[in-house]
């Protein structure tokens, strides 16, 4: 039977797998890790383009409008105001490497 890989799901744990696998410190990882995370903060700003993770996806801002729905609870038709929000598109590579064809 073949060793299952553990796939680390916290912070540190990412960091120690990445520092590894690229033969750095994982005070070395981290950086990269926030210089990242910080370009794609800024990247999705800019609403109209956002910013792209090849073979990830693509992180945006996207403004919603505002809408009429119904409280779940009561039933009672009700107004939601105009906000923005963070979307993910996944890349078709992702799609297929985690779905297959």
């Known amino acids: ?11 540190s ?7 590894e696998s690229a ?3 994982k005070k070395q990882a981290l950086a990269v890790y926030e210089k990242l995370l910080d ?6 700003k800019q609403e109209e383009k956002g910013f792209p993770l090849p073979g990830f996806g693509k992180v ?3 403004k919603r409008p505002a809408r ?5 609870r009561t039933g009672e038709m009700m107004t939601y105001k ?3 929000v963070v979307k993910i598109t996944a890349l078709k590579a992702l799609k297929v490497a985690i779905l297959g064809k």
């Open 82 to 84: 105009a906000k923005k």
């Open 39 to 44: 370009m794609v903060v800024k990247g999705a």
């Open 60 to 62: 945006k801002l996207v």
């Open 13 to 19: 744990g990412i960091m120690a797998a990445l520092a």
């Open 1 to 11: 039977m073949a060793k299952k890989e553990i796939i680390p799901t916290t912070k």
């Open 68 to 72: 009429k729905g119904r409280n779940p």
């Open 23 to 25: 033969e750095i410190s």
